[in-house]
């Protein structure tokens, strides 16, 4: 807080903005239009402090993204991957993608999704089968310890499907998936940064889950809207199960946490319960909503929850009006303008800023005042907002330089805006001549997410930013109908942002994170012991039939596998296991059985097991599908299926 | 041919070179530390016409890949996706991949194998789940025009269960999979690229397909290997349809064609038909093996052919035996060192180039006079040998430059070798001082395959050269056990080549092609009328029930479908078409039901459907996973699913 913030009870925030500001439904009928790059006629204006646009596009700086061959990125980036399902690791600044990693979706390269261990993971019917195909990420963090990350793990997000997915920092392997009890277009995670009441629990110990859509809870169907309820979750980072939810008024976007550990926060753009777009626009203010975690387990504790169906998670009861008492309440909700989105903590560990999507606005609040808030000392929660100011249209997501300044995403005007948050205090505040808007930078085009490196960290260096936009147009090589996204990397060290470089994406990418690589120390061969199955030895090759089961045990090391053929039964239940017992960095093998949908890698010193049913009679060539040798394409076994 | 070239009966081909130049099993017992970028100690000796070696990395030059941002690529790359079952669309020089283009695999971004349309294409088993899940695709190819790509057409293989598939690319997806009959590993694949006998047909109406693993015929499960025996399909390209199939000797490894469609080709490493990969290596020579087209389809058409089980694909037969009377002979045998990989045919329309693999050498062999044994006018293939000569340890596939030299990559030596094919004619031919290495340059590392723009056209233009190195090492920063594969680019304009970038890939791609950005004429817009199930107008939004089947109709259009909820009943097979009535380029929406497995995508103006069951009583709300519009979150549909 800075001395310039004007006394809480001076601040009119809920009509801090007059109704003109904000988009209201005749811009929207433009707004199809406008996430093409047409700017609606009814745009609202620029605020005051504004400087004149300014646009530069590196050219000497650009190569600055090019590293020469067998040059290192500086950062790691963990990218959602959306609709594929996975999480994506690129380097920063060259923007490459060095590693998929799938979580929800199956993954022909690796196995995933074939392999009996995936299945386990991800999850599957009486039948066998994988419960899910398809799955829709979008936030991915990762763990903390003292406000940085260390390495641990990371989660991902997967709305379509309400699940939580787990990252192993170590394999880069994802390791656990939790589905979420009675959530919803489950949206916006992340972990806590410390423990709320044990000092000593300096890292991350919980994920929190938001949920998006409201449903009747139980689900049993209900067509009225005003019934439905969202849930807030927390899940525990170790055991990754469901710790406890939050029964809560309106919905959950996007979740940020503070670096205390006492407050988690969630922007919430339907506060109205609407069940079609317009009603869910009818408000002038959404909101924020804060939990205050500690009190929320010591409820829990203390038994003062429900459960919901079947689920055993304990529910305690985070709405408006069981939390109208600061002294006691659960939650906070922080008032908002119109349909925000986005809510991210700053790297001083001071405020969280949410941004107005549907108002030109921007607002900042002070931790310490929701703090102050439970503890009684302010007579409303809005009284924590520090300053709510305009950059511009459509804002959504903020990052952060370390230097005081934040970064947010205009959707609208396909541009970022810098902004110094002191300033905005100060303008706020009532100082007219605050210039809190420091630049702007053209993107291309619509952004949505936007990080820079270490930006969500107290770490934040104020390096590099990325930004992703929506909307790639013409800025690559005609494809057909689908567009790539267009990711691109902004300089953000100087004064001004200079643009560096456009990265083509598979959609859809949301959100991400960037640190730097010395903060993860990955190890690039297994170890035999990691798998119960290891068949250690290519002496412990073997086939065992256990009536119409029957086991298979073989290991592979370039160019060959241990047993040259195998014989099967048609209609055989047929589990194969197999060790990658090369032991080289890089040395992975495949395997794959024509006409029996099977194919996996099997990394170094890595075991894999696959179960399938032997077909018609016949002699099926198994071979490596993963380059290894000179002999690779010698390197094959044969399956002689008998009748 | 040249005037230097010796006489065919001077040539003592078989005998070119001697035991102790190839690779044998004490050698070979190293290969697996050599496929991790140590050389072998029992190295041959490298060429006495090698310079020395030169592997000059660019420092200015290598920001010539990087482009400005809004900068356009000025070649189109595809790219075989490997495991991932992929077709992927690369701009070079950046190297940035702008597009993948699912085929035989599902792919939850687009709902690729979940909307029907796809399934369709993709191939599914009597309960409506799909046939595979996992493909294993390596090479692709175009079709031609005059000797240069037309933009019609790309087509792309899957190894493990033998089937084509066919790339659209005026809207860049996939129409059609074939699957071939009877045959396993289909590997080598490439389209003729004029009719051999109608002149006016200049350009691709058949794509050749080589069979790698030779099984019984019919494959009923024989455990004798000598019974073995692989084909070669020739698929019809407009249709799609198998049109003829040839018995061989020996198995088919990668494919060329000439440019005068007159002949076929294909490697091959096992003409022991061996089972084990140290009988696949036990001879010295294996072979070229050519196809004349012609005389194919004439003695199909006569009625001289085989059916082989159910399939009623007409086979001849091309095994030596059958086919020793030049002039009536359907296939020519040529020989060639020790386990060759990849062959290519030259831009100047002369030649076709097999790499040895085990041998340290490349085979030039004359097309003309392939065409002359024929005629009857050469007593033997091997007298259409025109140039034997060592390149390098693990020589594989080659590229061209327009101007008569040849680029091979060297798998165990991690090099790339510049040749001029002139000179290694001449060379062959007793000019000892004839230099025809030109140049080397180190890649990291273990290269497979290469290809330069317009490499493989008449139009080669000596640009740009892609290599695909299938160990990383320690080229990107560590991500787990798993590496990228490092697709390297190099300036080859030059004498010298100069490599200018690494990028990570992910496994496990192989051949690929890279021509002008103006052969091809995507469209960016579909058309209603692409799709018979088309929703044109909001209006014509229903739900119509016939028994348990229930049909939904509906349409996009940002930010909302024109339906705001459905009702179903459980258990229900509710089919729901989606047309998105946005026509503005750019503008996709995607569907996604939770707990129902359904997500997809509908492109502006696309039609798709899913048919799925209803599951649980329960309010599902179904929203748009591609983000469209300011109120993109909030574009939704309630399906309400009753008991």
């Not at 433009?30 to 620029?46: F, H, R, S, Y």
């Not at 209900?222 to 199960?241: H, I, K, N, Q, W």
């Not at 946490?257 to 609407?274: F, P, V």
């Not at 909101?287 to 429900?306: M, N, P, S, T, Y």
Request: proline share 6%.
């Amino acid at each position: 807080m800075t001395d310039r913030h004007p006394a809480p009870d001076l601040l009119p925030a809920t009509e801090a903005l007059p109704r003109r500001r904000f988009i209201g439904s005749a811009a929207l009928a433009g707004l199809g239009l406008a996430a093409c790059g047409q700017k609606p006629e009814t745009a609202a204006p620029v605020s005051p402090a504004a400087p004149a646009s300014a646009t530069p596009v590196a050219h000497a700086a650009a190569s600055a993204t090019h590293l020469k061959p067998g040059e290192l990125d500086t950062y790691y980036g963990l990218w959602s991957g959306g609709h594929t399902g996975d999480m994506r690791v690129l380097g920063l600044p060259s923007g490459r993608e060095i590693l998929r990693i799938p979580c929800f979706v199956p993954d022909a390269l690796v196995g995933w999704g074939i392999t009996n261990e995936s299945k386990k993971i991800m999850g599957t019917k009486a039948d066998g089968s994988l419960r899910y195909t398809v799955a829709d990420t979008h936030h991915t963090h990762a763990s903390y310890k003292d406000g940085n990350y260390d390495g641990r793990y990371a989660w991902i997000n997967d709305k379509i499907n309400s699940r939580v997915a787990r990252i192993r920092l170590d394999y880069f392997v994802c390791d656990k998936i939790t589905p979420l009890p009675h959530v919803q277009g489950f949206h916006g995670i992340f972990p806590d940064k410390r423990d709320p009441v044990d000092e000593k629990i300096n890292y991350t110990t919980r994920v929190f889950c938001g949920g998006e859509f409201a449903t009747p809870l139980p689900n049993a169907g209900s067509e009225d809207g005003s019934t439905y309820r969202s849930l807030f979750s927390c899940v525990d980072a170790e055991t990754m199960e469901v710790r406890w939810q939050v029964l809560i008024d309106g919905n959950c976007d996007l979740v940020a946490t503070s670096y205390d550990g006492k407050l988690a926060a969630t922007n919430q753009y339907n506060t109205e319960m609407g069940a079609r777009y317009e009603d869910m626009m009818s408000a002038e203010r959404d909101a924020c909503l804060f939990f205050h975690i500690a009190r929320i387990e010591a409820a829990v504790k203390a038994g003062r929850f429900k459960t919901i169906g079947s689920s055993k998670v304990p529910v305690v009861d985070g709405t408006r009006q069981a939390n109208a008492d600061p002294k006691t309440a659960l939650t906070a909700y922080v008032s908002i303008p119109k349909n925000p989105h986005g809510v991210n903590a700053s790297p001083d560990q001071k405020y969280f800023i949410c941004a107005g999507k549907l108002s030109p606005t921007v607002t900042v609040i002070e931790l310490a005042k929701v703090l102050a808030w439970f503890d009684g000392q302010l007579d409303k929660p809005d009284a924590a907002i520090a300053a709510e100011v305009e950059v511009g249209l459509g804002p959504l997501h903020t990052a952060f330089d370390g230097r005081g300044n934040a970064y947010t995403t205009l959707f609208l005007d396909s541009q970022v805006v810098k902004w110094n948050i002191a300033q905005a205090i100060a303008f706020h505040g009532g100082d007219k001549n605050a210039k809190y808007v420091v630049d702007r930078l053209d993107v291309q085009f619509q952004p949505g997410h936007i990080n820079g490196s270490q930006s969500e960290t107290i770490a934040a260096d104020g390096k590099y930013l990325a930004v992703g936009c929506k909307f790639s147009k013409d800025r690559f090589l005609p494809v057909g109908p689908l567009h790539p996204e267009n990711e691109q990397i902004i300089d953000m060290s100087g004064d001004k942002m200079v643009l560096l470089a456009d990265h083509p994406v598979r959609g859809e990418p949301h959100d991400f994170i960037i640190f730097k690589r010395d903060l993860v120390k990955p190890r690039q061969v297994y170890a035999l012991d990691d798998f119960p199955l290891a068949v250690k030895d290519a002496k412990d090759s073997s086939i065992t039939r256990n009536g119409r089961k029957v086991l298979v045990k073989m290991t592979s090391q370039a160019p060959s596998f241990s047993m040259r053929e195998f014989k099967v039964r048609k209609g055989d239940e047929v589990t194969l296991i197999l060790t990658n017992l090369d032991k080289v960095e890089d040395l992975t093998h495949g395997f794959a059985i024509p006409g029996h949908n099977v194919n996996f890698i099997v990394n170094p010193q890595e075991t894999a097991s696959v179960t399938f049913t032997a077909g018609e009679p016949g002699v099926y060539w198994c071979y490596c599908t993963h380059f290894c040798h000179a002999l690779h394409l010698e390197m094959r076994t044969r399956m002689i299926v008998e009748a």
